[in-house]
């Protein structure tokens, strides 16, 4: 299977995600990058998955990914639109690498990948409110994944968290951080991957009023006491 049987894209493109894939599965035998090792299932669950949220973004938007792991969504979304300006962040140095090295094997441009934490970088001028667009793949609770995302979106910019089934007591857990970051949920879409029975839920949260300095708080606070 190919992304182009599932999407339509052009040759060119379907090639970059074939070197994506096997750079992915080459780099997995050395270091712990994803449990999905087969070929299909990479593609239907990461990369399929990764573009799902390509709808929400515009083109030339500014986006940055937070513990983008393996390079998702960022990557997959870089690839589907060039004019994207996206940033990578993941707190352990050997996905960077892997990341760079994708980056440079595609020959992507306007992408870099920083190795930091949410919490550090999320306090630094240089990135805070700089971007239209921030998003995450399964890294948080939805409180404590705010609170990493948020601090780095422009007022009138968008939170997009992509989540599995089940996310109402997430949603419910949240209110109190979505109203003390600035922000307002604006839609909920659930779907199912193409061809199978993988449920799916986006959640776009705009952020409609400037944040608290004090946010987000110190490396691994968020995690433990998310916002109530």
């Known amino acids: 299977m190919n ?6 894209i ?37 990369f399929i998955d990764s573009i ?8 030339n938007q500014k ?47 306007k992408i870099q990948a920083i190795h930091t934490r949410a919490e550090d970088i999320g306090r630094n001028n ?7 667009v921030a998003t995450s793949r399964a890294v948080a609770n939805l ?5 990493y995302l948020m601090p780095f979106v422009k007022v009138g910019g968008i939170c997009i968290c992509m989540k599995g089934p089940n996310i109402n007591e997430e949603l419910n857990s949240a209110k109190g951080a979505i109203k003390e970051l600035g922000g307002k949920i604006e839609k909920i879409d659930n779907f199912y991957l193409p061809n ?21 708080r110190k490396a691994g606070i968020p995690a433990k006491d998310p916002i109530k």
């Open 3 to 8: 992304v182009k049987d599932i999407i339509k």
């Open 10 to 46: 052009d040759q060119d493109k379907n090639n970059l995600f074939n070197t994506y894939k096997d750079l992915l599965i080459e780099w997995n035998k050395k270091i712990n990058l994803t449990a999905i090792t087969d070929e299909d299932e990479i593609i239907l669950k990461h």
């Open 52 to 59: 799902s949220i390509l709808k929400y973004i515009e083109k």
């Open 63 to 109: 986006i940055i990914d937070i513990g983008t792991g393996a390079g998702f969504p960022g990557i997959p979304l870089k690839i589907m639109d060039e004019t994207l300006d996206i940033t990578l962040v993941d707190s352990l140095n050997k996905r960077i690498n892997f990341l760079n090295n994708v980056i440079e094997s595609l020959g992507l441009n």
């Open 126 to 132: 240089m990135y805070r409110e700089k971007y239209d």
């Open 143 to 147: 409180s404590t994944l705010l609170e």
């Open 196 to 216: 199978s029975e993988i449920e799916r839920n986006i959640i776009i949260i705009r952020k409609i009023g400037k944040i608290n300095f004090k946010y987000p």
